[in-house]
């Protein structure tokens, strides 16, 4: 506040040698309230011999009072690339061995200021003896660097938990800072976001935190709404990191709920899972299920043991199996239902409408009528209610082109009658010659 005053104090006698009397300030948002209201007052009538040049690059922190009576400039942030050519140069000039991965390195976190890119070189390079790699400023500023940041994306791709917490320990004990490893970790999320939304155009917007080619390999993994899921829980502990008594305690925990979406119940994170089921059914990566694989046939030479005494049993009930249902659907189209149907009903029902394998509920079309099979009783009386059956009515006929009647069908229900009974009757019938059945 003083050096303000005095500033103003002196700021109104007229130049004797010059014309204007210009004043700049440097980081001018450091600046205590107090010393902003002693400016205000020659910012408000300033001579007209006078000008102030205010730099800052937090401008949300200058007071509106200051910035209205003011004239902005915003300058542009440089390119990484003219970063790097200019650090190279006073690598140079300085004598200072400069390795182009580490310039690279330098320039992508100087975000676009020079002067920052500047500082980092002259902190690494004090603190480093002969050259200065990129290893080595990952060394001397505390962070992971590309390939670590790279390789904790592909466990968590992977959904491998332990790997993913093993190389975060191993991080942690080498004296990686928290913060600016869960930054790394936003950045290359928002590079894969923006790969998802952009498309090849994205590369030219990606911020360097991983190559560009496994970048590209990652974002084949991730669907757009586990992508944001992803930001908001990394953004949700940065923030919290102020506050925390437990940093590492904080960031192992948006791991592990990073690696196990399915531990996160809310809406934000079913949704993400849906997401990415629904990208991989339109790109065709669902994994089918193996088929068991058949016993492989005796040799002919080899002496097969002799049959039982009662092969000619009539089947158990377990081996014959049960007929599958005919189902008249296109392809996609339970999927594309579920989705419609998603958004006209609310929870806890649109939850039963996954469309995934083991949904507890699946969608059998034979002619105009839908069977919605459900895997247990309580599902089937959820679903057993005439406005939802509407509902899913109205969007399958929408979809067929033609009036279709959707029904309950609980799967868990006994069936009616004597099924072993059933089972000796059929045998009977196929082995008439040996098997006199009494009507």
């Given at each position: 506040?003083?050096?303000?005053?005095?500033?103003?104090?002196?700021?109104?006698?007229?130049?004797?040698?010059?014309?204007?009397?210009?004043?700049?300030?440097?980081?001018?948002?450091?600046?205590?309230?107090?010393?902003?209201?002693?400016?205000?007052?020659?910012?408000?009538?300033?001579?007209?011999?006078?000008?102030?040049?205010?730099?800052?690059?937090?401008?949300?922190?200058?007071?509106?009072?200051?910035?209205?009576?003011?004239?902005?400039?915003?300058?542009?942030?440089?390119?990484?690339?003219?970063?790097?050519?200019?650090?190279?140069?006073?690598?140079?000039?300085?004598?200072?061995?400069?390795?182009?991965?580490a310039a690279r390195v330098l320039a992508r976190l100087a975000d676009g200021g020079m002067r920052d890119g500047l500082s980092l070189l002259d902190q690494c390079a004090s603190a480093t003896v002969g050259e200065l790699t990129a290893e080595r400023v990952y060394a001397c500023l505390g962070i992971a660097g590309e390939r670590k940041c790279g390789e904790l994306m592909g466990y968590i791709a992977a959904h491998d938990t332990r790997k993913a917490l093993e190389l975060f320990n191993r991080l942690y004990a080498e004296g990686k800072d928290l913060g600016a490893l869960l930054d790394e970790l936003a950045c290359l999320t928002r590079d894969l976001l923006v790969l998802k939304t952009a498309g090849n155009a994205g590369?030219?917007?990606?911020?360097?935190?991983?190559?560009?080619?496994?970048?590209?390999?990652?974002?084949?993994?991730?669907?757009?709404?586990?992508?944001?899921?992803?930001?908001?829980?990394?953004?949700?502990?940065?923030?919290?990191?102020?506050?925390?008594?437990?940093?590492?305690?904080?960031?192992?925990?948006?791991?592990?709920?990073?690696?196990?979406?399915?531990?996160?119940?809310?809406?934000?994170?079913?949704?993400?899972?849906?997401?990415?089921?629904?990208?991989?059914?339109?790109?065709?990566?669902?994994?089918?299920?193996?088929?068991?694989?058949?016993?492989?046939?005796?040799?002919?030479?080899?002496?097969?043991?002799?049959?039982?005494?009662?092969?000619?049993?009539?089947?158990?009930?377990?081996?014959?199996?049960?007929?599958?249902?005919?189902?008249?659907?296109?392809?996609?189209?339970?999927?594309?239902?579920?989705?419609?149907?998603?958004?006209?009903?609310?929870?806890?029902?649109?939850?039963?409408?996954?469309?995934?394998?083991?949904?507890?509920?699946?969608?059998?079309?034979?002619?105009?009528?839908?069977?919605?099979?459900?895997?247990?009783?309580?599902?089937?009386?959820?679903?057993?209610?005439?406005?939802?059956?509407?509902?899913?009515?109205?969007?399958?006929?929408?979809?067929?082109?033609?009036?279709?009647?959707?029904?309950?069908?609980?799967?868990?229900?006994?069936?009616?009658?004597?099924?072993?009974?059933?089972?000796?009757?059929?045998?009977?019938?196929?082995?008439?010659?040996?098997?006199?059945?009494?009507?």
């Amino acid at each position: 506040v003083d050096n303000v005053r005095d500033l103003r104090d002196d700021a109104i006698y007229t130049p004797s040698q010059v014309k204007m009397r210009v004043y700049i300030i440097d980081e001018v948002h450091m600046l205590s309230i107090s010393a902003f209201n002693a400016l205000l007052k020659i910012i408000e009538e300033p001579p007209e011999h006078l000008l102030f040049i205010l730099a800052t690059t937090e401008l949300h922190k200058v007071p509106a009072t200051i910035l209205s009576r003011c004239q902005r400039f915003s300058f542009r942030r440089i390119s990484q690339e003219d970063i790097a050519a200019r650090l190279q140069y006073v690598a140079y000039q300085e004598n200072i061995d400069l390795d182009d991965g580490a310039a690279r390195v330098l320039a992508r976190l100087a975000d676009g200021g020079m002067r920052d890119g500047l500082s980092l070189l002259d902190q690494c390079a004090s603190a480093t003896v002969g050259e200065l790699t990129a290893e080595r400023v990952y060394a001397c500023l505390g962070i992971a660097g590309e390939r670590k940041c790279g390789e904790l994306m592909g466990y968590i791709a992977a959904h491998d938990t332990r790997k993913a917490l093993e190389l975060f320990n191993r991080l942690y004990a080498e004296g990686k800072d928290l913060g600016a490893l869960l930054d790394e970790l936003a950045c290359l999320t928002r590079d894969l976001l923006v790969l998802k939304t952009a498309g090849n155009a994205g590369i030219t917007m990606l911020s360097g935190v991983a190559s560009d080619q496994e970048t590209l390999a990652l974002g084949k993994t991730f669907g757009s709404g586990e992508l944001v899921r992803m930001m908001e829980r990394i953004e949700e502990t940065t923030a919290a990191f102020t506050r925390s008594s437990s940093r590492r305690m904080d960031a192992e925990l948006c791991l592990v709920e990073l690696c196990q979406p399915e531990l996160n119940t809310d809406v934000t994170a079913l949704n993400a899972r849906l997401t990415r089921l629904e990208e991989q059914w339109k790109t065709g990566a669902v994994a089918a299920p193996q088929k068991a694989a058949k016993p492989a046939a005796p040799a002919e030479d080899e002496e097969l043991p002799p049959p039982p005494d009662d092969g000619d049993a009539p089947p158990e009930e377990g081996e014959t199996p049960a007929p599958k249902p005919q189902n008249d659907a296109p392809a996609g189209f339970w999927l594309e239902l579920c989705g419609g149907v998603r958004k006209e009903l609310k929870p806890p029902v649109t939850g039963f409408f996954a469309g995934t394998a083991n949904a507890p509920v699946q969608g059998v079309l034979t002619g105009d009528r839908l069977e919605l099979q459900c895997t247990n009783a309580f599902t089937a009386q959820m679903l057993d209610k005439p406005e939802i059956l509407e509902v899913v009515s109205r969007k399958a006929g929408a979809m067929l082109g033609r009036p279709a009647q959707a029904i309950v069908v609980d799967l868990s229900a006994k069936p009616k009658g004597n099924p072993r009974m059933e089972q000796l009757m059929r045998f009977g019938r196929e082995h008439a010659d040996i098997v006199k059945i009494k009507e």
